[in-house]
């Protein structure tokens, strides 16, 4: 197993352990890129630096070095003092975070472990024996527990940021005033957006594999509650959702945060702790769900998903309905929109005649340069007012489904005008104010936060008042 595979695959994995404190060796700072990329050298693993309850390790800055490489980042010009930097302002973020009692979303933390863990598994033949040794690590639960830690520390910093700009607005004028004070020759460019609409049609889940699914969750149910038989040994044989299989279907809910689906939270907090649930359907299939253990505001529960067959009669009567609806559009008898209305089954797009929403800017244009990969390939040869030919699909609710899809506006790129592009200049305006908003809020917070800065990285111009001086 190699290195260089691991950190590839390790991409937010930054160890923070302790580890045996020695006397620093001084580290070199200079400004070429080849002294950044060097990140074979030989030295003393000490404490770098300090940030509240957090310690910044020497080993740290070339694993982080190592990571944004591994992400093909270009650190030519990069100096290390930089970079280090950056690493304290995130130690910054996750000590405050802590001090102002964010909670933790410990069901993303968890999920985003085992997405690093099979990442690595993956490049590696599944050579987990391996993997232990190069982290020395004695066992898988040590490794995970040490993953944790790190993701919690980022996930914090991450919730400070949003905490600090979240109240933060723009008003029209303030917008005005943003763009006007940007020289013309310099304002930016916009490239081609597309305005995308499309039509889903779903199979149709027939009642008798609804009930046939519901009726082999209640055995689950009963041979655990009547035979001493394991949840979680069904849970790893049976169920169909990936994101908690390898963890035993296991979740923890936190009654301040609603990330879970409705159904789901309100029939997980309805129970006692032992208690089974009888099935009951979210969008996702039906479920059951285990109460293990109800730790004040925190419920840990373990889950089964089962989704219903599709029959192959109802998958045929799907393709053969938007094979019907596409004709109809392309002979002229429906508008795309009156389609989208009258036969699709999408909810986010059918009341919008199609109109498919952007779900990084929340409007209705895509950026062709920023179009998701799949997408792209579906509507890449589209000319306006072109229709697709039908695309099997799936997503994590629909394991099929079809659909076709249309150009319904094309607007080339352009430098920015306030009136075309007034939504986007707001977005820029906004991020200006925000920066500006982080950089009082770091000023004030560096004053008041016990920090210490060892070694060389002394001798560095941080653009914050790191060394308190």
């Not at 995130?90 to 933390?109: P, R, T």
């Not at 863990?117 to 040590?142: C, R």
């Not at 199979?203 to 055995?219: C, D, F, H, N, R």
């Amino acid at each position: 197993m190699t290195r260089a595979i691991l950190l590839i695959c390790f991409i937010s994995f930054n160890f923070l352990s302790a580890q045996e404190i020695i006397e620093d060796e001084k580290p070199q700072l200079e400004k070429a890129k080849d002294t950044i990329r060097n990140t074979d050298r030989v030295k003393a693993d000490g404490v770098a630096a300090v940030v509240g309850d957090f310690i910044v390790l020497e080993s740290d800055l070339d694993r982080e070095i190592a990571q944004l490489e591994a992400q093909g980042a270009d650190l030519s010009g990069v100096t290390r003092c930089e970079l280090f930097g950056s690493m304290l302002e995130s130690k910054l973020y996750a000590h405050q975070a802590i001090q102002d009692s964010i909670l933790v979303n410990e069901l993303y933390i968890q999920s985003l472990v085992d997405q690093q863990i099979q990442g690595i598994l993956a490049q590696t033949q599944g050579n987990m024996e391996g993997l232990l040794k190069f982290y020395k690590k004695d066992s898988e639960k040590a490794l995970r527990d040490e993953m944790y830690e790190i993701n919690k520390s980022g996930y914090l910093a991450s919730e400070m940021q949003k905490k600090v700009t979240q109240e933060i607005e723009v008003t029209p004028e303030e917008v005005r005033t943003f763009f006007n004070d940007i020289p013309e020759d310099e304002r930016p460019t916009f490239g081609t957006e597309l305005k995308l609409a499309q039509i889903v049609v779903i199979p149709e889940v027939t009642e008798e594999a609804k009930q046939a699914v519901i009726e082999k969750l209640k055995g689950f149910k009963k041979d655990v509650e009547e035979n001493g038989s394991s949840f979680t040994t069904k849970v790893l044989f049976y169920t169909e959702d990936a994101g908690s299989k390898s963890t035993g279907g296991k979740y923890t809910l936190n009654r301040k945060q609603p990330r879970m689906v409705k159904e789901f939270r309100d029939v997980a907090f309805s129970l006692q702790e032992g208690e089974i649930s009888e099935p009951f359907e979210t969008d996702f299939g039906y479920h059951i769900i285990l109460l293990e253990k109800i730790r004040g505001q925190e419920y840990d529960v373990r889950h089964i998903l089962l989704r219903p067959e599709l029959t192959q009669e109802a998958i045929k009567e799907a393709k053969d309905k938007i094979d019907e609806v596409r004709a109809k559009i392309v002979d002229g008898t429906l508008t795309f929109a009156e389609a989208a209305r009258e036969f699709s089954d999408e909810k986010e797009t059918k009341y919008e005649g199609g109109q498919m929403t952007n779900p990084t800017t929340q409007d209705f244009n895509f950026e062709l340069t920023k179009i998701d990969t799949e997408l792209y390939t579906q509507i890449q040869d589209l000319k306006d007012g072109e229709i697709s030919k039908v695309y099997q699909d799936e997503d994590r609710v629909n394991r099929i489904k079809f659909k076709i899809l249309t150009v319904t506006d094309r607007i080339d790129d352009h430098k920015a005008d306030f009136a075309r592009d007034y939504l986007k200049i707001k977005e820029l305006a906004l991020q200006d104010k925000q920066v500006e908003a982080i950089a009082k809020w770091q000023k004030e917070t560096i004053k008041e936060t016990y920090i210490k800065i060892n070694g060389e990285y002394r001798d560095c111009e941080f653009q914050s008042n790191w060394l308190k001086q």
